[in-house]
């Protein structure tokens, strides 16, 4: 069974950089075929995809978000990296990790209250 935890720091002032780390057990995120994301719920947004990185390192991010975020992976630890430069009170949020193929979703984390607040 995969499994996916988040970490990260809870509490973020606004301008500074939000970095959040998915540690995945059970399966290897180079596993072919296999792809990884984040996915944010906010109040009065729902459910909003953030970034993709798939088992070969490809990565696709939001295009709302691309020009101040990033997702990468440290294959030796079996993680992958969430980073969002200069937030704002808006990108506050729960963040989950969920492993997936490319057009399906299958495990998530239990999420990870992200608050933007000075």
């Known amino acids: 069974q995969v499994q996916l935890q988040e970490s990260g720091p809870g509490l973020v002032r606004p301008s500074q950089t939000l970095s959040l780390t998915c540690t995945v057990s059970?399966?290897?995120?180079?596993?072919?075929?296999?792809?990884w994301r984040w996915i944010r719920q906010s109040p009065g947004k729902g459910l909003e995809w953030m970034a993709t990185i798939d088992s070969a390192g490809y990565t696709a991010d939001s295009p709302r978000l691309a020009s101040r975020a990033s997702i990468s992976r440290d294959t030796s630890k079996n993680q992958f990296t969430r980073q969002l430069r200069s937030v704002t009170p808006e990108d506050a949020g729960v963040y989950f990790c969920?492993?997936?193929?490319?057009?399906?979703?299958?495990?998530w984390g239990q999420g990870t209250q992200v608050t933007v607040s000075s």
């Open positions: 059970g399966d290897s995120i180079t596993t072919p075929s296999r792809s």
């Open positions: 969920v492993s997936g193929g490319s057009t399906w979703f299958d495990d």
